[in-house]
Structures are given as structure tokens and as C-alpha cells.
């Protein structure tokens, strides 16, 4: 583990510090309370908990897979699990509600998604369309399609 520090200050006597460093091997630093306590203060507890982890071999590679890739695998993933795992963290709660998966979801469920309907998921949200019955789509599709028009009349006088 490396430490690193810089003091930033407007006074003179400061000017001229020089940064700091500690070097610490996984095993002094899992013993060096002083350096935890340091990189809780600066960092916090989840940072030192996640050092901590990989002082002590434990990665979490999920941690490391970015949003995209993730939602990539969610979206093969069956609705109770889905649920299930937007319950783990934050993280997957955030990703297992975003628009981006239930727009995967709903194309991959459906042969063909009209400019209509696409339209209608950015108002009400892709997820809330996916556990939209047929028939209630239906109705939403003409209301927004009847407003649209007659929209499009006022506009004409």
C-alpha cells in the first residue's frame, strides 16, 4: 500500500514541504491502525474497507466491471432475479431500475417497437412500459397519438 500526502496552505513556512509517503506490505498495513484511521478520515469507511479487502485477497471483480457491462449481463438475468439483485447495493438498485436496462429488456421482449411506442416509453419510462398491460399500452398510445394531433390542428388555425 502507498500512502500519499500533500500540505497545501498559504503559509510561507509551508511552501517548501516536500510530499509525503508511506510504503506499507498488505500485512503491516492490516496491523497499522494509525494509517487505517488516516485513510477512513481522508477516504472513508468504504474505501478502507475495500483496501482491507485486498490486503487481505478478497477482490470484488464485480466492483470493477463498468455500468455498461453490467447492464449488459442484468438484462439476460429473469425478473425475480433482477429484483433480487437491485436489493444488494446501491449500485445494482440504481442499474437494475435505469432506463437503459428495461429499454434492453423491452426490445429483446418485443418484435418491434414503433417510433410510437418509443415515444411513449420517454414519457412514462421504459421500465413502467414493460409492466404496462397490452390493453392499457393501447389506450396510452392513442390518447398521446389523439393529443399529438390535436396539437397539430390548434397549430394549423
Avoid at 514541504?17 to 472513508?44: R, Y
Avoid at 436489493?87 to 418485443?110: G, H, M, N, P
Avoid at 416509453?121 to 393529443?147: C, H, P, S, V, Y
Amino acid at each position: 500500500i502507498i500512502f500519499r500526502w500533500w500540505k497545501i496552505s498559504l503559509r510561507s513556512e509551508h511552501r517548501s514541504s516536500k510530499p509525503g509517503e508511506t510504503k506499507e506490505t498488505h500485512e503491516d498495513f492490516l496491523e497499522n491502525s494509525h494509517l487505517q484511521i488516516q485513510i477512513a478520515l481522508i477516504f472513508g469507511a468504504r474505501i478502507l474497507d475495500y483496501v482491507f479487502n485486498m490486503c487481505e485477497g478478497k477482490f470484488d471483480f464485480l466492483e470493477r466491471l463498468s455500468d455498461d457491462l453490467l447492464l449488459y449481463i442484468i438484462s439476460y438475468l429473469d425478473l425475480e432475479d433482477i429484483a433480487r439483485l437491485s436489493q444488494t447495493s446501491r449500485r445494482f438498485a440504481k442499474l437494475c431500475t435505469s432506463d437503459i436496462l428495461w429499454e434492453q429488456i423491452v426490445q429483446s421482449s418485443c418484435d418491434t417497437i414503433t417510433s410510437d411506442m418509443r415515444a411513449l416509453a420517454e414519457d412514462i419510462g421504459w421500465r413502467q412500459m414493460f409492466f404496462t398491460n397490452k390493453l392499457q399500452l393501447q389506450r396510452q398510445l392513442r390518447k398521446r397519438k389523439q393529443m399529438h394531433d390535436s396539437l397539430g390542428e390548434n397549430q394549423l388555425f
